[in-house]
């Protein structure tokens, strides 16, 4: 299948600052790449859906001022987490579409402290 | 009601078990129909993909779609201790930009 990798696999940083995530489709062009969030022991919430070349489309009760996505070219978006907080501590992980199948990244842990 | 329904287990079975996982969906528009396996603290990891009902087999695994009923069923064969993970299942309709996920079934295979 299609390969999805996102950079930094586990960071950690201090409330107040801001991360960014990168995610990469090797061997492909995604025109649609998704942002999820996942909680312990919990299943994938859907953040954002992003479209090369113009502006995410996120879903209710996700600030988009917070989480800043850019989707710049057809193999890369980010997601930026600004002022983080210890409550937006939470495994991100990407997803790009291939047709009808979707193939996610091995995701990124934040750790805000 | 959820838009999929999943039960969450834990399933524990024996190493060489025949483990049946599966998923009940309430939105007819649904489809496509993915299984995903999801390894702890890994992204999930797609598994089979299937367009209308019907069974689809690979390797170990096969798929089953029946519309008819809104039910989709993953089964596993001779099981593996390294198939421990959660699965999840997910669907998607033909208009739909979106995934709709299950809940997931925390699956334990024993050596």
């Known amino acids: 299948g299609a390969v999805v990798s996102q950079h930094p696999s586990w960071v950690i940083c201090k409330s107040g600052t801001s991360v960014k995530i990168e995610c990469r489709s090797l061997d492909f062009q995604a025109t649609t790449m998704f942002w999820y969030r996942q909680f312990p022991k919990q299943s994938l919430m859907l953040m954002a859906t992003?479209?090369?070349?113009?502006?995410?489309?996120?879903e209710q009760g996700v600030e988009k001022d917070k989480f800043l996505i850019n989707h710049a070219s057809l193999t890369l978006s980010t997601l930026t987490v600004t002022s983080a907080h210890p409550e937006d501590s939470s495994f991100y992980i990407c997803?790009?579409?291939?047709?009808?199948?979707?193939?996610f990244g091995p995701g990124t842990r934040l750790t805000v402290l | 009601q959820k838009e999929v329904e999943q039960d969450p287990g834990p399933l524990s079975v024996p190493e060489g078990a025949i483990v049946s996982l599966n998923c009940t969906y309430s939105n007819s528009a649904f489809q496509y129909f993915m299984w995903y396996r999801q390894y702890s603290r890994k992204g999930p990891e797609l598994l089979m993909y299937?367009?209308?009902?019907g069974n689809k087999e690979d390797g170990r695994f096969t798929a089953q779609v029946d519309k008819s009923s809104k039910y989709i069923s993953l089964f596993i064969r001779d099981s593996q201790p390294s198939d421990s993970a959660t699965y999840l299942c997910?669907?998607?309709?033909?208009?739909?930009?979106?995934?709709?996920f299950g809940g997931g079934t925390r699956l334990m295979v024993k050596p």
């Open positions: 992003s479209n090369e070349g113009s502006k995410a489309t996120y």
């Open positions: 997803s790009a579409r291939v047709s009808n199948e979707q193939f």
């Open positions: 299937t367009y209308s009902s």
């Open positions: 997910a669907m998607k309709s033909n208009a739909g930009n979106m995934l709709t």
